[in-house]
């Protein structure tokens, strides 16, 4: 047996001896080269060419860099209407000074904004809107926040002349009383606005409401089906605290007839399709009025229990039996 595994295993034909021998030669050979064919040595530079060399490179480094710094400042300083570019240069974006306000549409495409983004800025612009900081830019619906910190360092607003009534002069600088007073006149000018009348227009002539803000306003209005208060503009998505506070002296709310539901024939999905009514409010006033009848009066659904005070002050006005 043992025999046999030694024949079977451990035995070489001819062919296989032959293959073996010429692949050890080979190995013999690789290994040997490294001796037979040394590595060509290095030729050590001159010391005093290297000092030169090196010479040379560090002024034509220092040539490089004062040019193009020089042409980066020639670029983004000469104004947009002076610089010059043909008709493949209108596709390629570029940075240079501006003022927003006064900016073409041709200027917005070659900063390298999208289209929508820039017919938004020109709709705002056509209704009367101002950019009166350079960070309102960034307030602009659609404009992504890296190509808003990519232009804020060029926005450049245009200084205007103020004519002064009482000294019959003009500046481009005033003190800060100066500056506040003039705010103060402009905050007046302003008109009161009814809430529950007030078109998207009326709206976005408040300080610091845009096109897409008014538009939440209105359709919060009509999904409520009407404003009881001012202070339910709070709610509006979007609206900070600081911009309501500024509006709040200029809004009323002559609390027209609102649009009601009636809790004794409107099913779930009625009431629950306003904004102050979720589903689980929605289904316990069903439920209530399955279990015991009709409601008397609007007041009873105070005895459901998950409706609590605050959300019953807030719902009651768009109830009724």
């Not at 010479?55 to 209407?81: C, F, I, P, R």
């Not at 002349?161 to 005033?174: F, G």
Request: contains cysteine.
């Amino acid at each position: 047996m043992q025999n046999q595994f030694i024949k079977d295993y451990l035995t070489f034909t001819k062919k296989e001896r032959v293959a073996l021998t010429v692949l050890l030669f080979l190995i013999f050979i690789v290994a040997l080269l490294p001796t037979l064919w040394p590595a060509k040595k290095m030729i050590q530079p001159d010391k005093k060419e290297l000092e030169e060399l090196q010479a040379q490179l560090a002024k034509l480094s220092k040539t490089d860099t004062a040019a193009g710094k020089y042409a980066g400042q020639q670029e983004v300083a000469v104004e947009y209407n002076r610089v010059p570019f043909g008709n493949d240069a209108k596709n390629r974006p570029g940075l240079f000074y501006f003022d927003p306000n006064t900016l073409s549409a041709e200027g917005w495409k070659r900063l390298g904004l999208k289209e929508k983004t820039i017919q938004t800025i020109q709709h705002y612009l056509s209704k009367g809107g101002k950019f009166k900081r350079p960070e309102d830019v960034g307030r602009v619906y659609g404009l992504f926040k890296s190509d808003y910190e990519r232009l804020l360092p060029y926005i450049k607003l245009e200084e205007r002349n103020v004519y002064n009534r009482d000294t019959h002069t003009s500046a481009k600088h005033y003190t800060d009383s100066a500056r506040f007073m003039i705010a103060k006149k402009k905050t007046i000018s302003l008109k009161s606005i009814d809430i529950n009348t007030a078109d998207t227009a009326a709206f976005i002539g408040l300080p610091g409401i845009g096109n897409k803000l008014a538009g939440r306003i209105i359709s919060f209005r009509e999904k409520l089906g009407g404003f009881y208060a001012v202070v339910q503009l709070e709610e509006i998505f979007g609206l900070q605290d600081s911009t309501f506070q500024k509006i709040r002296p200029f809004l009323q709310c002559n609390n027209p007839p609102l649009h009601q539901l009636n809790i004794n024939t409107a099913d779930a999905n009625t009431l629950k399709s306003h904004p102050y009514i979720r589903w689980n409010i929605a289904n316990a006033i069903i439920q209530y009025r399955s279990q015991h009848g009709n409601f008397k009066s609007v007041d009873d659904l105070q005895l459901i229990t998950i409706i609590t005070p605050e959300i019953f002050q807030k719902i009651k006005p768009y109830l009724i039996i």
